[in-house]
């Protein structure tokens, strides 16, 4: 079973629309990321947290320790939004290795 | 400010062969990573550096091998490439070991095709 298990696998939606990502994860974690994709293969890095909320623009990124789970959320979703969003975990007391979750395509209709 | 810069974008190899990957970072980094991405399958580290002068291995490292002669470059080389280390391989840099320096910043990605 995988480490990091993020649903849905592929996500559509109408502009405008709020988007919810899940990751689930079954390890003690110090540190959770969220990543985006871009369709031309670039990855840039949007969240970093350990609890609480983080919020940047129309994304927030939420953390649940306890129940070993995490949202990203893209409130008044737009075109541009389109791509594959990753989850990744680094582990309590693992190394540099980051679990990465098998990421979430999401597709923006105008 | 290139960020994380990758040599070449893309390269078609036949089996045997061998090649080097070049990674490099303008930003004073200390640590940098080498993955690749699989169709199907997340990112996995092949390996990587905490430093000028180390290198560790990843969760992938088999048929890999890597050097950090100079801070702001990582090198991925493949000394008989297979069909199986067919993948888009990426390099990525973090600052530090600090909270708040965790955030790791991607290079473009090298596609590579072992026929």
């Known amino acids: 079973k995988n480490e990091v298990e993020q649903s849905p696998q592929n996500l559509t939606a109408q502009e405008g629309e709020f988007i919810t990502i899940n990751c689930s994860y079954s390890?003690?974690?110090?540190?959770l990321h969220w990543l985006q994709q871009h369709p031309g293969g670039g990855i840039v890095s949007l969240f970093m947290?350990?609890?609480g909320k983080k919020k940047h623009g129309r994304l927030i990124a939420t953390i649940n320790i306890q129940e070993k789970h995490s949202s990203l959320h893209i409130t008044a979703s737009h075109p541009r939004d389109s791509a594959v969003y990753i989850c990744?975990?680094?582990?309590?007391?693992?190394?540099?290795?980051?679990?990465f979750g098998k990421g979430t395509k999401l597709t923006v209709n105008p | 400010n290139a960020g994380v810069t990758q040599t070449p974008k893309f390269r078609v190899l036949k089996t045997g062969q061998s090649m080097t990957l070049l990674c490099a970072q303008d930003?004073?980094?200390?640590?940098m990573y080498w993955y690749r991405q699989d169709p199907g399958m997340g990112l996995r580290l092949i390996h990587y550096?905490?430093?000028?002068?180390?290198?560790a291995k990843g969760e992938v490292p088999d048929g890999y091998n890597v050097s950090r002669l100079k801070k702001q470059n990582f090198l991925l080389g493949l000394e008989s490439a297979a069909p199986s280390q067919t993948s888009v391989y990426f390099c990525?840099?973090?600052?530090?070991?600090?909270?708040?320096?965790?955030?790791?910043?991607f290079g473009p990605g090298t596609r590579l095709l072992v026929l």
């Open positions: 947290l350990s609890s």
């Open positions: 930003m004073n980094h200390e640590y």
């Open positions: 550096s905490v430093g000028e002068g180390t290198t």
């Open positions: 990525a840099s973090r600052a530090g070991v600090f909270w708040g320096q965790e955030t790791q910043y």
């Open positions: 390890v003690g974690i110090s540190a």
């Open positions: 990744a975990v680094k582990k309590v007391g693992g190394s540099e290795k980051l679990v």
